[in-house]
């Protein structure tokens, strides 16, 4: 299968695994499975470094390669077929990544894993939950 981890659940996987569920941790860690990781969640990361909601004791940059590394990401691109999608994912949402996430999932056909409960109620899209 093809997964898009949600921002948390990147974060979940290195600071604070006990929160992945059983089902999302052996997704995750299935050599079988390609996981991809967009470009909002690296913004997202840096903006709660940058508002001390997010603390780190290793430079940025090597911790966001050895996450990569280890969990083998890929990246995926925000192109055209992310902005139309976009269009019709949670108009009326405050927070521009998970409209981001949400289309980028959809767009590329992937399954979004998340905790987000929100998310989880977006019309086709697909998700692998973490409750």
């Keep these: ?58 430079d940025f940059t090597l911790w966001f390669a050895r996450a990569v590394d280890d969990l083998g990401l890929n990246e995926v691109g925000l192109g055209w077929k992310v902005a139309r999608e976009m269009r019709y994912i949670l108009p009326n949402h405050k927070d521009p990544a998970d409209r981001f996430l949400a289309a980028t999932a959809i767009a590329y056909d992937l399954t979004l894993v998340t905790a987000d409960q929100r998310l989880m109620s977006v019309p086709g899209l697909k998700v692998l939950p973490n409750i």
């Design 1 to 58: 299968m093809q997964f898009l981890l949600d921002t948390h659940i990147l974060l979940w996987s290195f600071r604070e695994p006990h929160r992945l569920t059983s089902q999302v941790h052996q997704a995750l860690s299935d050599p079988g499975n390609a996981l991809f990781l967009s470009p909002i969640s690296i913004w997202e990361v840096m903006l709660l470094l940058e508002k001390k909601r997010l603390e780190m004791h290793e």
